[in-house]
């Protein structure tokens, strides 16, 4: 029995490990800094992937004069930070091949002709733009996996690509156009990062998004979007869309994709949340920070952080959030982040039955014409409760399904105590 659960935790461990890295990525940044708890592995995280492996047989040591291939990864050739201005000849048996920080201006197919099992190019902080991109030369190389060209030139999205990719990253370029025919051809592909560029509605507008059958991620943020982007496959979990001027979200969009794990829209325009919209089984992290929200949404049952600061929000109504209590199946948030919005007056209690596993609630300051004697004393609330207050309070959830908000007031003082 102990071997078994010992090989299954081993098992989950590896699962998790290979799912963090297949969603490394870019870090969002410092907006999380205040958050305590980050132990989760589901953000959006950056963690290189790159495997260099060491091959069992001798290599021809075959390097462009360039560049350095460490005998130690002789897959690998390193041609970054050199000043470069064109890509060196490309030996047969490269895989990895690193070209960042330079100033190359072209991509042209000569000196990638002999470089038929290349997996990663890394071509990011050079000066690439799209017309100079010789037309199929990313196409060919047919075990392309990885292409990172962020920090570069590119006015369009970049096609023909491989079959084979599965990671882009596009990220601080200035495409505001997307071809008819971009996102054909990438069946693979499971990250896709489009973040600083200058993609507006019109770019993504019957952009079939939902051929790419297995695209988990997929980053649009500092872009100029009004709208949600249309026609996302049902596969995505991450979707990151901080910082566009997205002003609403279409009742119902989330249902065609339930598969959603993290969803990041601080720094936009949102003002009125269809109160069903995030109605996601598997939602464990929601960032709504930084709009114009005035009223709160039903939080669904998996999500575990939300983050709601900066807002207009006066009242958080709890029973908006949290309309029945289901005690077989108790709602999993553990931290909320309520600062800044236009709040007079604590969290009602029942928040503490509605979220039995809530640990903090940042409440911070509050903006607005508020009463300096209504900011409370401490900004923050962490329960610390023992298993037998936290069955007390259980207790006392079950013979209070009627209470009136009068109630939830006097209840304050007894959890003030317990959440300093
Ligand atoms: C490709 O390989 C051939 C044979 O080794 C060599 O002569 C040629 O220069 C190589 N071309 C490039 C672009 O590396
Ligand atoms: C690619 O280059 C960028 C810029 O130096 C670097 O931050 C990144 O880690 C590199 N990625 C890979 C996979 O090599
Ligand atoms: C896509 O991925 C699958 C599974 O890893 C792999 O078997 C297949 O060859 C890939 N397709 C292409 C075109 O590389
Ligand atoms: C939002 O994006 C704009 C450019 O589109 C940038 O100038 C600004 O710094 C970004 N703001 C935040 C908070 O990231
Ligand atoms: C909270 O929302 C519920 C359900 O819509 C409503 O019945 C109740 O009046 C609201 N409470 C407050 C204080 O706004
Ligand atoms: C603040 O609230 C106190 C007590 O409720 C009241 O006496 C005082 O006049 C209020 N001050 C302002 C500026 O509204």
């Not at 029995?1 to 490394?24: D, F, K, T, Y």
């Not at 017309?131 to 999205?157: R, T, W, Y």
């Not at 039995?356 to 900011?375: F, L």
């Amino acid at each position: 029995m102990g071997i078994l659960s010992q090989l299954a935790i081993i098992h989950l461990l590896l699962w998790a490990a290979m799912v963090v890295c297949q969603h490394e990525d870019y870090d969002f940044g410092d907006e999380y800094d205040e958050e305590p708890d980050h132990e989760h592995p589901y953000y959006f995280n950056f963690h290189p992937s790159t495997q260099h492996e060491v091959p069992h047989f001798p290599i021809p040591a075959q390097c462009a004069r360039e560049c350095f291939c460490p005998p130690t990864f002789p897959l690998s050739m390193y041609c970054d930070h050199r000043k470069l201005t064109t890509i060196p000849n490309i030996p047969i048996h490269i895989q990895q091949l690193y070209l960042q920080n330079n100033d190359i201006e072209a991509v042209l197919a000569g000196p990638f002709t002999n470089a038929t099992i290349l997996r990663e190019i890394n071509l990011s902080y050079n000066k690439i733009k799209f017309h100079m991109i010789d037309h199929g030369v990313f196409a060919k190389l047919s075990n392309l996996v990885q292409l990172h060209l962020q920090h570069n030139e590119l006015e369009e999205f970049p096609f023909p690509l491989p079959r084979s990719l599965e990671r882009l990253l596009l990220g601080f370029n200035k495409i505001s156009r997307i071809s008819r025919h971009a996102l054909e051809g990438l069946p693979n592909i499971t990250m896709l990062d489009l973040c600083n560029n200058f993609l507006d509605d019109s770019a993504l507008k019957g952009k079939q998004f939902s051929i790419l059958k297995n695209l988990m991620q997929i980053n649009l943020c500092n872009n100029r979007l009004q709208t949600m982007p249309p026609d996302l496959p049902p596969s995505l979990m991450y979707l990151s869309l901080e910082n566009n001027s997205i002003s609403y979200i279409p009742e119902n969009y989330f249902s065609r994709l339930p598969k959603i794990i993290a969803l990041r829209m601080s720094h936009n325009n949102l003002q009125n949340i269809p109160h069903n919209a995030f109605n996601l089984p598997n939602l464990l992290e929601l960032n709504l920070g930084h709009n114009k929200l005035k009223q709160v949404f039903y939080i669904p049952r998996s999500l575990q952080h939300l983050y709601i600061e900066d807002n207009d929000i006066e009242i958080i109504n709890v029973t908006l959030m949290c309309p029945s209590i289901d005690p077989m199946n108790t709602n999993q948030l553990t931290y909320v982040r309520v600062d800044q919005n236009k709040l007079t007056a604590p969290i009602s209690t029942y928040a503490f039955f509605c979220f039995p596993h809530i640990r903090t609630i940042y409440y911070g300051e509050q903006n607005g014409n508020v009463n300096k004697s209504t900011q409370l004393r401490t900004p923050v609330f962490r329960r610390f409760l023992t298993p037998e207050e936290y069955d007390e309070t259980e207790d006392d959830h079950e013979t209070s399904d009627h209470e009136t908000e009068e109630d939830h007031e006097t209840e304050d003082n007894y959890f003030h105590a317990n959440f300093q």
